[in-house]
């Protein structure tokens, strides 16, 4: 019988912790005593079993006396890890995509002003998206450009012939480098039937070949689907800069209806924050005995929102359980990904309403109402209604743990750009300058989902705290962006604290936190436009693989983040993944997946479990990066002179002494 490990062991969040305590008084089950209920599969966890044919399922697990087993058809342990990989693969690329291909569909529902609600909210950054599509835009109306745009882009989805348009947005090197080795991605959906097929019983049986395959098929997500999903959001939402909010349970409040929105689109949830403010409703509350209504999110929608609408977040992955555990959530919403089947069950121990929204997701014992985005306002009303409705219905007493944090989200590649210069003079030359000498040791980009097998934000909290200290500057996605806001990692005032000398005279001199949340899991393709276009600056080589930096997903869970990481590296980053390797089993998939892609395109893929060892690596990657570039060695005494550190030792000094560092003599009273 499995042991459960005690709730700071499985959490370093003391919200969830508190949480999970409660759960084990009340006597029901998390994500954390089913974890320890159920051990992963031995076999398979390293990628050994194949259950693609009813010859099998076969486990090939090598034993002393067979060392080197086969499937029923002769499938070797190297060919089943592939093809299990190149499946998660082309499943969280098909996700990833799927949610871009509904938002293209919106802003075609827009153009033909179909979509209830909905409007062109950034239309500077939707003539620049018209450009990378080739849709003409002088003398047209917004409608008309939208139009065009999003056709293109369904025609990207379903196109046989060809390349996609996104690939062309990557630094010209990176580009012919795919033309050579056949990697430019297609059509995004034929990438994930060519994986599909080719991983079917009895065709591709070379392992290097399927991941080579799988590498198109990851590029056509973090160039195409996931890449479009970003750009339309913008458009339809706003793209994002900075603002103030907050992160953990705390948020939730116990005199207000409480409204949990959960699961990756914008699309629903923006509607729901705007319906929550229509005084009609905030009435509506009021009459049922709440002060007021308060809409939070948990996983990606939450990061949707958060950047947006400064909606403060419950949490991460992690927390969504937790947040129905605080018997104070009236309505969670959900749309589509990483939501657990256990929340309907867990809601039913509760008043919470659980409401599923999406045509392709019904959850048994959820309630369902289908989103259409032609009547979205008058849904988001029926479900903000529904809530209020619920709020009387509470039972038992409500227990919000009384934790939370402010964070700064909303780091667009547009907004950082900016932010180097302002609207005029905006550029990513002072990044790469800092790069350049030194003042930077390299960036980080750490992203992903929490696993209940690691203890749950412990990994993203630790590896980006080392980063800083090294002065790596870090940017962050998803459920590690709200992991690490929850720790005060996602403030202006966490450089003082954290980040190495170099790095914080970086955070003072812009005015930023020493990490920067870029948004959800599809907004990595803003890490990777920041990537071209510091290979395109100019000072860091001429290709996302000469670049001082690396991608970590350390705590990950989800096929999705198996997608992002083979996108990263097949456009030249080194993507290092904690938890455990899914491909164990083969130590000739490990390889191809490393050395392998190092030498075809200059990122490769590793599992590490242990933290300590993916920041060693890490470094040591970011000073290869630099030598090779014939820049400086890193330094950690070079700098750290400047800007506030100066002004606090000057401010220790007495007022003429003073005033005789800063202006070369003291300055006369008047
Ligand atoms: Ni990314 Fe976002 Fe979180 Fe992981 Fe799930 S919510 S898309 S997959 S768990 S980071």
Redesign the pocket.
């Known amino acids: 019988m499995a042991r459960e490990a005690a709730p700071e062991l499985k959490t370093i969040d003391p919200a969830v912790a508190e949480m999970i305590k409660r759960a084990e008084e009340l006597g029901y089950s998390t994500v954390f005593s089913r974890a320890a209920k159920t051990p992963p599969c031995p076999i398979g966890a390293d990628g050994a079993c194949c259950q693609i044919c009813d010859m099998g399922p076969c486990r090939l697990v090598p034993t002393k006396a067979n060392p080197e087993p086969v499937g029923v058809c002769g499938a070797t342990r190297s060919t089943v890890a592939a093809r299990n990989m190149a499946r998660h693969i082309a499943a969280g690329t098909a996700a990833h995509s799927d949610h871009g291909r509904d938002l293209a569909l919106t802003l075609l529902a827009v153009s033909e002003d179909e979509a209830q609600g909905y409007e062109i909210k950034d239309p500077d950054k939707l003539r620049v998206v018209a450009g990378y599509w080739g849709v003409k835009t002088e003398g047209r109306t917004n409608r008309e450009i939208a139009r065009d745009v999003a056709l293109a882009a369904l025609d990207d989805f379903g196109r046989q012939r060809g390349e996609i348009k996104g690939a062309k947005r990557a630094p010209q090197k990176r580009i012919e480098l795919w033309k050579q080795f056949d990697l430019t991605p297609r059509g995004i959906d034929r990438e994930v039937v060519d994986t599909l097929h080719r991983t079917h019983m009895g065709d591709d049986q070379d392992a290097e070949h399927i991941l080579h395959g799988s590498l198109r098929t990851a590029l056509a997500d973090g160039w195409g689907g996931s890449m479009l999903a970003t750009d339309f959001s913008d458009i339809l939402f706003g793209t994002p800069s900075p603002a103030v909010t907050k992160v953990n349970l705390g948020v939730l409040k116990d005199d207000e209806v409480n409204i949990v929105v959960h699961g990756?689109e914008p699309t629903l949830s923006a509607m729901i924050v705007r319906v929550s403010m229509e005084p009609e409703l905030i009435e509506y509350a009021k009459a049922k005995g709440a002060t007021g209504i308060n809409l939070c999110g948990v996983?990606?929608t939450s990061n949707e929102v958060l950047m947006r609408q400064g909606i403060a977040s419950a949490g991460?992955?992690l927390n969504q359980e937790m947040a129905i555990l605080t018997g104070a959530v009236e309505t969670m919403v959900v749309d589509v990904?990483?939501i657990m089947q256990a929340l309907s069950d867990l809601a039913g121990k509760f008043h919470t309403q659980f409401v599923t929204t999406s045509p392709k997701v019904k959850i048994t014992g959820s309630t369902h109402i289908e989103f259409d985005e032609h009547h979205a306002l008058d849904i988001a009303r029926q479900i903000v209604r529904g809530a209020i409705d619920n709020y009387p219905n509470r039972k038992g007493q409500v227990q919000i743990p009384n934790y939370l944090h402010d964070l700064v989200p909303g780091f667009s590649h547009e907004y950082i750009r900016y932010m180097q210069g302002g609207a005029l003079r905006g550029s990513f030359r002072p990044l790469n300058d800092a790069v350049m000498s030194g003042r930077l040791r390299g960036v980080a980009g750490v992203v992903?989902?929490?696993n209940p097998r690691v203890t749950q934000d412990q990994a993203h909290y630790e590896i980006v705290k080392e980063f800083l200290k090294n002065d790596v500057l870090v940017v962050q996605t998803?459920?590690?962006a709200l992991a690490n806001a929850k720790y005060g990692l996602l403030v202006g005032e966490a450089a003082l604290e954290y980040a190495g000398p170099g790095l914080r005279e970086v955070c003072e001199a812009i005015g930023i936190p020493p990490v920067l949340h870029m948004g959800?899991?599809v907004d990595n393709t803003r890490i990777l436009t920041v990537l071209a276009e510091m290979a395109t600056e100019g000072g860091l080589g001429e290709d996302i693989s000469d670049i001082p930096g690396v991608g970590i997903a350390p705590e990950w869970?989800?096929e999705?983040?198996l997608a992002i990481g083979a996108y990263f590296a097949g456009s030249g980053a080194y993507v290092l993944f904690g938890v455990n390797s899914p491909v164990a089993n083969s130590e000739e998939v490990e390889k191809i997946m490393s050395e392998g892609w190092e030498k075809l395109v200059g990122g490769k893929m590793e599992f590490v479990p242990d933290p300590k060892e993916i920041v060693r690596r890490s470094l040591a990657h970011i000073d290869a990066k630099r030598a090779a570039l014939k820049l400086p060695a890193y330094d950690p005494n070079k700098y750290g002179k400047s800007g506030d550190a100066k002004m606090n030792e000057l401010l220790k000094l007495p007022l003429a002494q003073r005033q005789a560092a800063l202006y070369g003599a003291p300055v006369a009273a008047e």
Do not use: E, F, Y
Request: contains cysteine; charged residues 10%; proline residues 0%.
């Open positions: 990756h996983c990606c991460n992955d990904q990483c992903g989902c929490n998803g459920c590690g959800s899991c869970m989800s999705k983040a």
